[in-house]
């Protein structure tokens, strides 16, 4: 029985790329224990077994070591083998040093015409007016530095599939443009392994690997991760085969820490690049990589922009409050047309608005009632309805896409934006549903054809873009504000008959607030009291622990006084809280540190106990960064907090001395730091910021 091919190559992610055993037999590989004694090599490097290091390469362990920053790859200058000039790398696996060497070429000095071809680049890609510019002209450059006879810009979408997004061809060579590639075509932990290591060579698919050779049968599994000569997956080589490539490069696109995409460079016959044109490829992506991000950001500043001219315009037309029917009557068109729907609806309990196309009213509350709750957080999104709820495919014709936010009324009320199903014709390098014969004691291999197939995908409206999620989140915003400054003129209206009344229970409301207000207040305060009482005939060791038991306590407190003073008592914007808890803490430490601080957070509503726990995270890495980045002096501290997709990152780096292989600090708050990542389903990493400590905290916005 045949299997479909995705099935199969779902193995491949399972698949120890990182570890061959062998390389590419262009270069060779030495491998240095701690002494600087070779024990480990691979590729002809003659019989270098048992001898030093600085015999065999011109260069000491000790020397080569010495270049090297924490977990980087470095370059080798004035390197040789067996006296002969070649270029080399060096980088760290586990305990041993690894140096790679390749053919020296002439014609790829980096001399000043050399520089000033990168600085001619550099500006072509500045100058491109649109990501489809951007992507052709990057294609052509970078055509220009390897001299392969294809390039591909090559941009992941939402499904991990991806797209060609530019182009450039030599010599006949078939075209992929705008051709979708499935996500199964480049295993989860090749994207991995992408972000590490930028730019990878394959000279030669026919090449035959060139083993690691060893007296411990530990080097046979030694980490190639950051090796440029790694040998590649058998299915990866016949893959390009298939494609009829003789030689291949491809160049990481990461905008923001994110792969984004690939620069994919093939040859009709076996071609390598020298370490110079290595290293101006990888530069060369970088800067496409910027210039992709300012082209994404530019266009959602527009978009941000053509929608806030137009909230104005909606909100005018808002009717009295009696009914969703009376509130929405004038303004439901223009509500649709605001985010380019094709329909907008909103429920209220029983009451139900619809204006252009829409679902029947049936489907209309089963829908409402399927997104209320993950609404009220945050804009439910999605241009495949019925992926989501498979009810929905009855009417794809009609709302194949959904936009909808809750607005927090008394009842709530759901707003919803449809869009019609809208037919694409995808353009596939290979049909990616297509069976194939499997063996189980066969190899697996990969697919063999590439000819142009062609899907029609239905069910699917136009996506929604973040500027139009962000609008909708800020019209019903307005909305609701509109609506509570409408009832409440109507109010005070109908109250003023009794307003000594209104007054004293006014009074007495704000009275008991701000009693159990101060009463919590008190409380905190009078802890802290304690603890300032307890620290002073305490031990210096004992004296920095309270010291940061207070600081906790602000944390917690000033989350109290945010919902006290704000109406939402489960909802918070989390930059505003962690800019508050700043400024209290830079008042509690050394005035010295409150020039030294730079923050950049970005607005992110969050649920009241997730931002405690953030807080209180921040608090310790702070104090952690100010006790030991800078020793008893003080220095820059960066507090960066970003949003991607579901997910949160805040970071904090400095440019101290680092943690040098050890991490300061490793009692009480460590251990807690532990347990608030651990609740909030995160993770935290320890990053060289070269120089200094960067900690990076990644976790979803939503609890699981």
């Known amino acids: 029985m045949n299997e479909p091919f995705s099935a199969h190559l779902s193995a491949c992610d399972l698949e120890p790329i ?6 590419q037999p262009y270069g060779v590989m030495l491998i240095v224990n701690d002494q600087g004694v070779i024990v480990g090599y691979a590729g002809d490097a003659g019989n270098v077994l048992d001898q030093s290091l600085e015999s065999v390469f011109g260069q000491s362990a000790a020397q080569v070591a010495a270049g090297l920053t924490d977990g980087a790859v470095g370059v080798v200058i004035g390197a040789s083998l067996h006296g002969q000039k070649r270029d080399a790398i060096a980088y760290r696996s586990g305990e041993h040093l690894v140096v790679e060497l390749t053919e020296q070429k002439d014609g790829t000095n980096l001399d000043a015409a050399f520089l000033w071809q990168m600085e001619e680049l550099g500006a072509t890609l ?8 951007l992507s052709a002209q990057a294609a052509r450059i970078f055509q220009t530095l390897t001299g392969y006879s294809r390039v ?38 090749a994207r991995a392994l992408y972000i590490r290591n930028k730019v990878r060579v394959i000279a030669d698919v026919h090449y035959t690997p060139a083993p690691v050779v060893s007296a411990s049968s530990d080097l046979q599994t030694i980490d190639m991760s950051d090796s440029m000569l790694r040998s590649v997956s058998p299915v990866h080589i016949q893959y390009l085969k298939n494609m009829g490539v003789a030689a291949s490069a491809s160049m990481s696109i990461v905008k923001d820490g994110i792969l984004w995409g690939l620069v994919a460079c093939h040859h009709h016959e076996p071609r390598n690049l020298s370490l110079t044109t290595r290293l101006a490829c990888q530069a060369t992506a970088t800067v496409l990589a910027r210039q992709v991000k300012a082209r994404e950001d530019s266009d959602l500043y527009r978009e941000r922009i053509r929608l806030r001219s137009q909230e104005d315009v909606v909100l005018s037309k808002l009717g009295a409050d009696d009914s969703l029917e009376d509130f929405f009557a004038r303004s439901g068109d223009s509500i649709a047309a605001l985010l380019q729907a094709d329909g907008f609806a909103a429920v209220q309990g029983d009451d139900l608005f619809c204006s252009g196309n829409c679902p029947d009213p049936i489907d209309v509350r089963a829908i409402a009632e399927h997104v209320r709750r993950p609404a009220a957080i945050k804009p439910f999104v999605t241009s495949s309805l019925q992926s989501q709820m498979p009810a929905a495919s009855e009417f794809t014709n009609i709302a194949s896409g959904l936009l909808a936010v809750t607005m927090s009324t008394e009842v709530p009320t759901i707003l919803m934006w449809f869009r019609a199903e809208q037919l694409q014709t995808v353009k596939w390098a290979g049909n990616p549903h297509k069976d194939v014969a499997h063996n189980a004691e066969e190899q697996l291999t990969p697919r063999a054809s590439f000819e142009a197939w062609s899907e029609s995908v239905s069910g699917t409206s136009r996506d929604w873009s973040i500027a139009e999620a ?29 307003l000594k009344e209104n007054d004293i229970l006014i009074q007495q409301k704000d009275f008991l607030l701000k009693e159990v207000n101060h009463r919590v207040q008190n409380s905190l305060s009078l802890v ?6 307890q620290a002073r005939d305490a031990d210096e060791q004992v004296k920095s622990q309270l010291e940061q038991a207070e600081h906790r306590l602000m944390a917690v407190g000033l989350v109290h006084r945010r919902l006290y003073q704000d109406d939402s008592v489960e909802i918070i914007d989390l930059s505003r809280y962690l800019g508050e808890l700043v400024s209290e803490l830079q008042s509690s430490i050394d005035a010295r540190w409150a020039s030294q601080m730079q923050l950049d957070l970005a607005p992110i509503l969050i649920t009241t106990d997730r931002a405690v726990s953030l807080g209180l995270v921040l608090n310790e890495v702070i104090i952690n960064a100010t006790k030991y980045a800078y020793g008893d002096g003080t220095g820059p501290i960066q507090v ?31 251990r807690m730091l532990t347990a608030l990542i651990q609740r909030l389903g995160g993770t935290i990493d320890m990053e060289d910021n070269r120089p200094g400590m960067r900690v990076v905290v990644t976790a979803p916005i939503e609890a699981d």
């Open 152 to 189: 591909l810009i090559y941009q992941f979408v939402d499904d991990e599939a991806g797209v060609v997004l530019g182009e450039a061809i030599a010599d006949g060579t078939a075209s992929f443009m705008n051709h979708h590639f499935p996500a199964s075509d480049i295993p989860r932990q």
């Open 640 to 670: 960066l907090l970003e949003q991607h997709r579901a997910s949160l990152r805040l970071v904090v780096a400095d440019r101290g001395k680092g943690h040098g292989g050890k991490t300061e600090g490793t009692g009480f708050g460590s």
């Open 126 to 133: 500045e100058r491109s007016t649109s990501l489809a510019d």
């Open 528 to 533: 802290s009291a304690f603890l300032r009482m």
């Open 18 to 23: 990182h570890i061959p055993g062998s390389i």
């Open 470 to 498: 962000e609008s909708a989140s800020r019209i019903v915003r307005l909305m609701l504000e509109s609506r509570n400054n409408r009832r409440m003129r109507q109010l005070n209206k109908e109250l003023t008959t009794t």
